[in-house]
Nanobody
Framework: QIQLVESGGGVIQPGGSLNLSCTSTGVFQRINTMGWWRQAPGKERESVAQ???????QYADSVKGRFTISRDRAKIAAYLQMISLKPEGTAVYYC?????????WGPGTQVTVSS
């Protein structure tokens, strides 16, 4: 069992940059895919970026070229670098970690893009 916690959210002006971190506590286990998701008010949660244990990445079309996901395979941790942020990027951002048979979620961190 692991617990995830996100950090790095905040209020940023359009065009700005923000770096999110996802760290974990609990018993270490093999994690296949880690990901970042977001949920805006009144909308469903959507995948932003995913990274496999081998380092393969996948991004939502809306963030390609602006967001970069990375992970630390020595520990269960993932990061999301976000540049050129847009107002539509305002959402709660969640981290996920998928193991053999279970997906863990963090409580989320709020990102608000507003002038």
């Amino acid at each position: 069992q692991i617990q995830l916690v996100e950090s790095g959210g905040g209020v940023i002006q359009p065009g700005g940059s923000l770096n999110l971190s996802c760290t974990s506590t609990g018993v270490f286990q093999r994690i296949n895919t880690m990901g970042w998701w977001r949920q805006a008010p009144g909308k469903e949660r959507e995948s932003v970026a995913q990274i496999t244990a081998a380092g393969s990445t996948q991004y939502a079309d809306s963030v390609k070229g602006r967001f970069t996901i990375s992970r630390d395979r020595a520990k269960i941790a993932a990061y999301l670098q976000m540049i050129s942020l847009k107002p539509e990027g305002t959402a709660v951002y969640y981290c996920s970690a998928t193991g053999h048979s279970h997906t863990y979620w963090g409580p989320g961190t709020q990102v608000t893009v507003s002038s």
